[in-house]
């Protein structure tokens, strides 16, 4: 492949292009800075992607509310951005974060608090 | 909510009740079991699921070729999976994984290889 195509230069280049998929969404999955914990996973839409670039805290896109949304608008755990690491093909993004709260709306420091053990789901947070 | 309340049984119960979107598919995040790295991310549909807990080795569903697929089946650098979390509306799943080599097709380490910097991509493994 040459630099000049289009699939190699999303995957080698050094040009942030995003490649936001048929409902103009990519993954986002916030790990905590500090730990590397996974703490949640949301969608992002343009908006939503410029949103956390001009402020550093992580907003997302509710495909079930159809709307914009910063995490923690409404308990205060923000998420603040400390760095943003880019996927091979540009469709899905971590965001490495530092939590002002429980990242999960149960309460929960992260959403995958739940580990599968047969057919059942084990808590590991208690 | 009472204890019968779909979504708080989905969210606090011990069932595991995988919820697929309207392609059918869930997000599953691909973390190294040592470090924590987070290696992918891909989708799985049912049987890209079932496989995966039959065989032990990750599997998920292309949905650029509309097929299953195992992690590694042409590189053999296949993904073991030491343990499954599901996060609290299940519709996501981080594989705590042992990687048999480099988890991205590009060769390097991580897909997420690269952190945003203003508009630039600067690589991270180099």
Known sequence: MTPTDPASDREQGSLFQPKFDSSGLLTAVAVDAQSGTV???????????????????????????????????????????????????????????????????TGAPSCFYRRLEGDSLMRTDI
Request: proline share 3%; charged share 25%.
């Open 39 to 105: 703490l949640m996973l949301a969608h992002m839409d343009a908006e939503a992607l410029d949103r956390t670039r001009e402020t550093g805290l992580a907003h997302f896109h509710s495909r079930s509310r159809g709307r914009l949304w910063m995490k923690g608008e409404s308990s205060g755990h923000v998420l603040k951005v400390e760095e943003i690491l880019v996927d091979c093909d540009q469709d899905a993004l971590v965001l490495r974060v530092s939590p002002a709260g429980p990242a999960c709306h």
